[in-house]
């Protein structure tokens, strides 16, 4: 469902959502998906120009199959992934798994994100399901005494957030 009190124009969702470079990361979006092998210019005056309208959602459907737990239809399984500024009065962002090489087996091929903003929007005669996401980097290896990874939100050089939009087909 299309959350209704969001603004539909690129520039001022980003002001809305207070990141002032989603406008440069949407631009990415068309320009990756065209040439997923090369790098995007720098510049996004050099970025395939989008001035559609944008839809935002507050939730996506992940339908997965577990096949050691068949209590589902057949082991399928359906989960909420949420995004909300309000969720019983508390901001809510889903963290998940965003699968970027499938050819590796489980883990191996995933990296972990936050989960900023589902949206859509159409683009030549295409329509796109995506994700604005914030990384997560992990340490070279797990912590001594648990066992287990740890991770921290990804920065740039001037401690913003670095983000990336996605395809939420993408999402585990």
Partial sequence: MTEP??????NHLARFIN??????????????????????PAN???LPLFEGEIKVHHSAIATHYVPSDLCGAG?????FIQSTPSFHGHRHHD????VLDESKKGMEGMEISHVLLFFSFRYHQQNFLCALIN???????PDHDTGMWTVQMEHDRCGQLTIEVINVGSIA
């Fill in 5 to 10: 009190c969001y603004p539909h124009n690129l």
């Fill in 19 to 40: 990141q002032p470079s989603f406008p440069y990361t949407l631009h990415q979006f068309p320009f990756h998906h065209n040439h997923p092998d090369e790098q995007a």
């Fill in 44 to 46: 996004i005056e050099d």
């Fill in 75 to 79: 082991g399928l399984h359906c989960k």
């Fill in 95 to 98: 963290t998940v798994f965003v």
């Fill in 135 to 141: 990384w997560f980097i992990h340490d070279d290896e």
